[in-house]
């Protein structure tokens, strides 16, 4: 009992030595998608789904590192095949480790998700737990390289970011 906490007190320690503030996100999201094989056998049936989604999260940032909760609900329509729609739910926490003044954070997190199908479909319903860790390097200004580990899938993750600059915003 003494050793937990004396490790919460240092934790605490090191979160009230450094400035620290929170902030509440809010954010949605629209896909629209085309599916050729929704069912994924020789039958071939295509279908277009909409897919929306709805998150916030809890963000607890300092100098050094940002720990964030959160939780992401999505809803999947398909057009042609409504008994296929479904929903998802995720919720998570996830550490950022920030080194100094660079933009090359250095991820840990853990989350939980489900999905929701109608009867016909309890196939496809599922519940998962997942532990990651990532790093994020910059090798240009537009241009990242990702490379993580997942823990429950065993697998090792290498992807590149690479942003196009656009013109969305024109002067009137």
Same mark, same amino acid.
């Given at each position: 009992?003494?050793?937990?906490?004396?490790?919460?007190?240092l934790?605490?320690?090191?979160?009230?030595?450094?400035?620290?503030?929170s902030?509440?996100?809010?954010?949605?999201?629209?896909?629209?998608?085309?599916?050729?094989?929704?069912?994924?056998? %020789?039958?071939?049936?295509?279908?277009f789904?909409?897919?929306?989604?709805?998150?916030?999260?809890?963000?607890?940032?300092?100098?050094?590192?940002?720990?964030?909760?959160y939780?992401?609900?999505?809803?999947? *329509? #398909?057009q042609k095949q409504?008994?296929?729609? #479904?929903?998802?739910?995720?919720?998570?926490?996830?550490? %950022?480790?920030?080194?100094? *003044?660079?933009?090359n954070?250095?991820?840990a997190?853990v989350?939980?998700? #489900?999905?929701?199908?109608?009867?016909e479909?309890?196939?496809? *319903?599922?519940?998962?737990?997942?532990?990651?860790?990532?790093?994020?390097?910059?090798?240009?200004?537009?241009?990242?390289?990702?490379?993580?580990?997942?823990?429950?899938?065993?697998?090792?993750?290498?992807?590149t970011?690479?942003?196009?600059? %656009?013109?969305? %915003?024109?002067?009137f």
């Open positions: 009992m003494k050793n937990i906490l004396s490790k919460i007190s934790i605490l320690f090191f979160i009230c030595s450094a400035s620290v503030f902030q509440v996100n809010f954010y949605s999201g629209y896909q629209f998608i085309y599916d050729d094989n929704i069912y994924n056998n %020789t039958l071939q049936e295509e279908d789904i909409n897919s929306f989604s709805l998150g916030a999260a809890y963000n607890i940032e300092s100098e050094i590192n940002n720990i964030q909760f939780y992401e609900g999505i809803f999947s *329509d #398909f409504k008994i296929r729609s #479904f929903s998802a739910n995720k919720i998570g926490i996830v550490e %950022t480790h920030l080194f100094g *003044d660079s933009e954070p250095l991820n997190g989350n939980y998700s #489900f999905r929701l199908n109608r009867d479909f309890k196939l496809y *319903d599922f519940n998962q737990l997942s532990a990651y860790i990532n790093y994020r390097q910059s090798i240009e200004e537009k241009h990242f390289l990702i490379a993580g580990y997942n823990f429950f899938f065993t697998k090792m993750i290498l992807k970011l690479l942003f196009f600059p %656009t013109q969305n %915003t024109k002067p």
